[in-house]
């Protein structure tokens, strides 16, 4: 917008005036700015939350997608709700204060060197875990937690783009020598981690939103619904996890991918971080 579109002044002394419209106009834009870092951001049990929008997206794969397995839905829209989702896994410092405050039996490997440090995401967590620590946030907090759907955790992982295998776009999880996620990359630590990498140690996605590929498989909500009721479980007992780990191969990291376990299953490579809905209108 040209200088003095709106103002006019008839004198000639413009340029103070001019100065303190500009400074009149960087206020502004910083009351704005704060106010929408305040609507995207949360805050629960030191636990920091970000507004994914409501609206259509494109979740599965299309058959053409490398990688892909059998076993995933084919790309089409879904309307989601929006919701806030928590910017990294649940750590053990935060699963730590939902430990002593409820005498929750501690996960597998909770003593272990390796994967307990207080910035890596806690592991060794079942299903039945996970929703007990999201039931105590509810109660503490007075406002409702839970497990993110498998459609809501696949609408945040694709962080606002559309129709691209991983959470940053098309390109390998490590193409280039530049590593995008914490894998197993031909069993060797390439990425720099062994194993669980501390929470944020890779780029965020367009939501802000860090390892929603990789270091830790994440429970869902979910069910899950095999396209056949073979193998060793009825229909319906499993529950579904996403995003690969640790110990996943790269197409594992795709936004589409998941896998399933026993709600009462636990292991070194599974963890979860929790979702916050919006209050709707009544």
């Not at 005498?103 to 597998?108: I, K, N, T, V």
């Not at 197993?184 to 890779?202: C, I, M, Q, W």
């Not at 990291?253 to 009462?264: I, Y």
Request: charged share 20%; aromatic share 12%.
């Amino acid at each position: 917008m040209k200088k003095g579109y709106y103002f006019q002044p008839k004198t000639e002394n413009r340029k103070p005036k001019t100065r303190w419209l500009s400074v009149i106009g960087l206020a502004v834009l910083i009351f704005c700015a704060a106010n929408v870092h305040t609507q995207e951001t949360l805050e629960t049990q030191s636990i920091s939350f970000r507004l994914i929008p409501g609206g259509y997206y494109l979740l599965g794969s299309p058959v053409s997608e490398p990688g892909r397995y059998a076993d995933e839905v084919i790309s089409h829209r879904v309307r989601v709700d929006a919701f806030y989702i928590a910017v990294t896994e649940t750590t053990n410092a935060q699963y730590a204060r939902f430990l002593k405050a409820t005498g929750h039996p501690a996960p597998l490997y909770w003593e272990d060197k390796n994967l307990n440090a207080s910035n890596q995401p806690v592991v060794g967590v079942t299903w039945n875990d996970a929703t007990a620590f999201t039931r105590w946030l509810t109660q503490v907090s007075g406002v409702p937690h839970r497990l993110p759907t498998e459609q809501e955790w696949e609408a945040a992982a694709r962080g606002g783009l559309t129709g691209q295998p991983f959470p940053w776009g098309a390109e390998a999880p490590d193409a280039g020598g530049v590593f995008r996620a914490n894998f197993r990359n031909d069993r060797t630590a390439k990425d720099g981690f062994l194993l669980s990498a501390p929470v944020g140690s890779f780029p965020p996605n367009g939501y802000g939103l860090f390892d929603m590929a990789g270091n830790v498989a994440e429970w869902c909500l979910d069910r899950y619904h095999p396209l056949n009721s073979g193998g060793p479980f009825k229909p319906e007992v499993l529950r579904v996890l996403k995003g690969g780990s640790w110990f996943s191969q790269a197409r594992d990291l795709r936004c589409a991918a998941r896998q399933a376990a026993a709600p009462d299953y636990s292991d070194g490579y599974i963890g979860f971080r929790v979702v916050r809905p919006t209050l709707k209108a009544p």
